[in-house]
């Protein structure tokens, strides 16, 4: 397994190792001594599953209070993933990384929680599963539109399909709402 700590505190890029042989293939996609020995201390608490079609962008999605670390991986096709520090007070706030997950490459991408996360289908479809860290809450539920300006994403599309929830959020500066950025944030590799 190979881990690499992002330039967003907390934040990682976690690539499996893969065992390929004439039946396929196998790899762990989590394991907890591993993970924890590679900076992610975090229990997981749910399991989430996606299956989307191309063109489909989720996001941008965070909660707070209760806000969720998460573990993506695609299942199935790809799709370009992205995360943005938006935890007052970190140095990389309003910052965005993002990464091409997809079931060839195997993988996964830590968002530490206060990050916000969302991503854009690339293929004909996929299927994302992703492990939190606190469970879903809809009255924390928060979000920041995907083309905010002042963050300049540069999502692999102009016109994506979108919840309409997704539409109607509003820019980081209108975010009334935001996680800080302190001593929870204890997966700074």
Known sequence: MKVTALDIPGALLIEPAVFRDHRGLFCETYHAQRYAEAGLIDGFVQDNFSRSVHGTLRGLHYQEPHPQGKLVMVLEGAVFDVIVDIRKGSPMFGKWQGFD?????????????????????????????????????????????????????????TTPLLSAKDQAYGTLATEAQLPVYGPIDRLIP
């Open 101 to 157: 997950l997809s079931s060839e490459n195997y993988r996964q991408l830590y968002a530490p929680p206060g990050c916000a996360h969302g991503f854009r289908v690339t293929s004909e479809w996929a299927v994302v599963l992703y492990k939190c860290t606190d469970f879903y809450s809809p009255k924390a539920e928060r979000g920041i539109i995907w083309n905010d300006p002042a963050l300049a994403i540069s999502w692999p599309i």
